[in-house]
C-alpha cells in the first residue's frame, strides 16, 4: 500500500521557519509530480506548491510565493517545503499528494498523506 507520511510540524513565532518533509514509499516516487495542500480550521483544503517529477518545474501559489521553497530528493523518495517567514496565515494542516501532473488542482492527485500540523503565532 503507498504511503505518504508527512512530518517537520510544529509551532513558530511569526517570521520564523520550518522544513516539512513527505516520505514516500511503495510508490515510483521519481515518476510522480508531487505538491503541498494545507487547510486550516474551518476552511477548505487549498494548494501551496507542486514540483514535476524531477524537480525542475515548481509552482507556488501567490500567497506563499517567494517565502516558501519545495524541493524534491528522488533518491531519498522525499519530498521537502521549507518555509520561511512565517505568517499567522500560514497555520494550517499540510498535505503532500503525488499525481501524474503538478497541477494545483486536487482531484488530480492519487495519494495523499496525513498531514501535518504547523501554527504560527503571533
Known amino acids: 500500500q503507498v504511503q505518504l507520511v508527512e512530518s517537520g510540524g510544529g509551532l513558530v513565532q511569526a517570521g520564523g521557519s520550518l522544513r516539512l518533509s513527505c516520505v514516500v514509499s511503495?510508490?515510483?516516487?521519481?515518476?510522480?509530480?508531487m505538491a503541498w495542500f494545507r487547510q486550516a480550521p474551518g476552511k477548505d483544503r487549498e494548494f501551496v506548491s507542486s514540483?514535476?517529477?524531477?524537480?525542475?518545474?515548481?509552482y507556488y501559489d501567490n500567497s506563499v510565493k517567494g517565502r516558501f521553497t519545495i524541493s524534491r530528493d528522488n533518491l531519498k523518495n522525499t519530498l521537502y517545503l521549507q518555509m520561511d517567514a512565517l505568517k499567522p496565515g500560514d497555520t494550517a494542516r499540510y498535505f503532500c499528494?503525488?499525481?501524474?501532473?503538478?497541477?494545483?488542482?486536487?482531484?488530480?492527485?492519487?495519494?495523499w498523506g496525513q498531514g501535518t500540523q504547523v501554527t504560527v503565532s503571533s
Open positions: 499528494a503525488a499525481g501524474t501532473v503538478p497541477t494545483r488542482t486536487q482531484t488530480e492527485y492519487l495519494f
Open positions: 511503495r510508490l515510483s516516487f521519481g515518476q510522480y509530480a
Open positions: 514540483t514535476d517529477f524531477g524537480g525542475t518545474i515548481t
